[in-house]
Nanobody, 122 residues
């Protein structure tokens, strides 16, 4: 059974940066595409970024393009989300996910972490 544990969330002022981490256990990490999603209170979970199993392909939501960077370290079974120039509208619980298909839809991912809270103050 695949397990994912996120870390790195917190409270930051607008314009600041955070780096989220997600460690995966119980599966063949290098065979998975990885993604980050977020869910704000009262809103649906939305796509943020994804990365292919080799790390050679990445995709971003328009709202974070140019500010966020997804990366992975297959030797550490970890995926990261570097978030710069944060805005109050980035406030949400951020979840990482693994999937056998590379894509931006929720259905592309089969296992999810519990999430880490990111709060951006204005």
């Amino acid at each position: 059974q695949v397990q994912l544990v996120e870390s790195g969330g917190g409270l930051v002022q607008a314009g600041g940066s955070l780096r989220l981490s997600c460690v995966v256990s119980g599966g063949t990490f290098g065979a998975y595409a990885m993604g980050w999603f977020r869910q704000a209170p009262g809103k649906e979970r939305e796509f943020v970024a994804c990365i292919s199993w080799t790390g050679g392909s990445t995709r971003y939501a328009d709202s974070v393009k140019g500010r966020f960077t997804i990366s992975r370290d297959n030797a550490k079974n970890a995926v990261y989300l570097q978030m710069n120039s944060l805005k109050p509208e980035d406030t949400a619980v951020y979840h990482c996910a693994v999937g056998e298909a590379y894509g931006s839809s929720l259905s592309s991912f089969s296992s999810w972490g519990q999430g880490t809270q990111v709060t951006v103050s204005s």
